[in-house]
């Protein structure tokens, strides 16, 4: 099956500083890559999402990039504010199931 | 339209029990599928239904079982509880169709605590 890394498992910045997380994934198969921002005691909610005919998408001050030959996709947000502040989770998915990453923590330090 | 809930939202068991957890789509989404929450492990994933039939299954022992109704809404059942159980289970639902993915909302979880 899919196996998706993500890293780093931690990340603090400074605010307005920028913020980068990495996901790999193991299937070529994977055409649809979603994130997710989950802040403490609430539900995962859908960030962005990219599929594999794309190689970057951009809203605001999140963008995700997809590199399908190297099976890896990346989270970049911008301009960073204590808001911010949430475990990102990566995930994979060829058609009904995800593969979700184990999780980034990011912290903007005010 | 209103979001995926599940009820009930926390729920304290003891070891051996079986529980039956709840989710209900967002109205119009046919697929539920269904995760396990827990520190250090991420979104671990259990079943996904679609059209009362299950379609994938993650690898949890046959304690873990759910269906779907013809409403769409799903409940996942765990029988002879263990301390390791315990975690949030979280459901998610999405248009879905075959082999084309779309995209997941998350209900808030059920805090299921086994002692």
């Known amino acids: 099956g899919e196996n998706v890394e993500q890293h780093p498992s931690t990340l603090s910045v400074q605010e307005g500083d920028s913020a980068v997380i990495k996901c790999t994934y193991s299937d070529s198969a994977s055409n649809y890559f979603p994130w997710y921002k989950q802040e403490l005691g609430k539900r995962p909610q859908l960030i962005i999402d990219?599929?594999?005919?794309?190689g970057e998408k951009k809203d605001q001050r999140i963008a995700v990039t997809l590199n399908k030959t190297a099976k890896h996709f990346s989270l970049h947000i911008t301009e960073t504010q204590p808001e911010d502040s949430a475990v990102y989770f990566c995930a994979a998915s060829t058609g009904n199931q995800f593969y979700f990453g184990t999780g980034t923590s990011l912290t903007v330090i005010p | 339209k209103a979001g995926v809930t599940q009820t009930p939202r926390y729920l304290i068991k003891t070891r051996g029990q079986q529980v039956t957890l709840s989710c209900s789509p967002i109205s119009g989404h046919r697929s539920v599928s269904w995760y396990q929450q827990t520190p250090g492990q991420g979104l671990q994933f259990l079943f996904e239904?679609?059209?009362?039939?299950?379609?994938n299954k993650g690898n949890f022992p046959g304690r873990f079982s759910g269906r779907q109704f013809s409403n769409s809404r799903s409940e996942m059942n765990v029988s002879t509880l263990e301390l390791g159980d315990s975690a949030l289970y979280l459901c998610?639902?999405?248009?879905?169709?075959?082999?084309?993915?779309?995209?997941?909302?998350f209900g808030p979880g059920t805090r299921l605590t086994v002692t």
């Open positions: 990219i599929r594999s005919n794309v």
């Open positions: 998610a639902s999405s248009l879905a169709a075959v082999a084309v993915p779309y995209e997941q909302y």
């Open positions: 239904y679609f059209s009362e039939t299950q379609r």
